[in-house]
């Protein structure tokens, strides 16, 4: 199993706080950049954050600065997406993903393992 498990969706007012999970096996994520995305009904799949190999360097898009925060345990393999003042428009599923490097940025080309997504719903 090498693909990333993404947790933690789910259905929540505008205004709450999700805190998402990605377990990723260690081998293919110690050295390795992870990566948010998300694809809402109908659109594309698009680049929500990212963060590199040793937690210090991080990326948003700009729809989530300062709303969205990323985060890595490299103990455990863990990565996290801490969501807060989650809008309407933030309705998607969520996909983790490890980069074929040290750092993946915002290209899916970049990225070579990808979870199942999970589903996040923002009600109005």
């Known amino acids: 199993q090498v693909q990333p498990v993404e947790s933690g969706g789910g259905l929540v007012q505008a205004g709450d706080s999700l805190r998402l999970s990605c377990a990723a096996p260690?081998?293919?994520?110690?050295?390795?950049?992870m990566g948010w995305f998300r694809q809402a009904a109908g659109k594309e799949r698009e680049f929500v954050a990212a963060i590199s190999w040793n937690g210090g360097s991080t990326d948003y898009t700009d729809s989530v600065k300062g709303r969205f925060s990323i985060s890595r345990d490299r103990v455990t393999g863990t990565m996290y997406l801490q969501m807060n003042s989650l809008k309407p428009e933030d309705t998607a599923v969520y996909y983790c993903?490890?980069?074929?490097?040290?750092?993946?940025?915002?290209?899916?080309?970049?990225?070579?393992?990808w979870g199942q997504g999970t589903q996040v719903t923002v009600s109005s």
């Open positions: 260690k081998r293919t994520t110690t050295n390795n950049g």
């Open positions: 993903a490890a980069a074929r490097s040290v750092y993946g940025g915002s290209r899916e080309v970049n990225y070579a393992y």
